[in-house]
């Protein structure tokens, strides 16, 4: 029984031989990521890498504000632009059978809303003659010839 206490001893003593080599590894590597940790966070130039995260937000936020201020502007020039000239249409033809040529038309300007203006140009042997009626959500008071309601109709289409 003598020789199996042995047995027990000895692999008691390798399990603490073993614990011991591991803590000194242990040890070793905690120095190690130590020093690794310290010269992470020293930085460049002994900048800590709390400062560079603090000035890399204040950039973000920064970036946030113009990006912001950048889209508000844009709503502003989309809302502006509904309001400018974006169709036109444009019909030319010659009302007289006597008179040769294309010369008079029909010209359609309308914004996003369809409101503008409609522009005819009559041209005669003798004389010219121009008119223009307001449009309003693709409609006027006035009454349109077929050339103008088809400059219209054209300018929905651009």
């Known amino acids: 029984m003598g020789k199996e206490m042995n047995i027990y001893e000895l692999i008691i003593l390798i399990l603490a031989l073993i614990s011991l080599i591991l803590s ?10 130590k020093k690794i940790k310290k010269e992470f966070f020293a930085g460049k130039n002994g900048v800590s890498l709390e400062d560079f995260i ?3 937000n204040q950039k973000i936020n920064e970036l946030t504000a113009q990006t912001d201020l ?3 502007n844009i709503r502003g020039v989309q809302e502006l632009q509904k309001t400018s000239i974006q169709k036109i249409g444009l019909l030319r033809y010659n009302p007289f059978k ?4 294309n010369l008079s038309f029909s010209i359609a300007l309308l914004d996003g809303k369809n409101n503008g203006l409609v522009l005819t ?4 042997r003798e004389q010219n003659r121009v008119y223009a ?5 693709g409609e006027s008071d ?3 010839t077929e050339e103008e309601k088809q400059a219209i109709k054209t300018s929905k289409n651009f």
């Open 24 to 33: 000194g590894v242990s040890i070793v590597n905690s120095y190690g990521i």
């Open 54 to 56: 603090v000035r890399q």
């Open 70 to 72: 950048l889209e508000a």
């Open 98 to 101: 006597d008179d040769g040529g």
């Open 121 to 124: 140009s009559m041209h005669g």
């Open 133 to 137: 009626k307001p449009i309003s959500n």
């Open 142 to 144: 006035f009454s349109l």
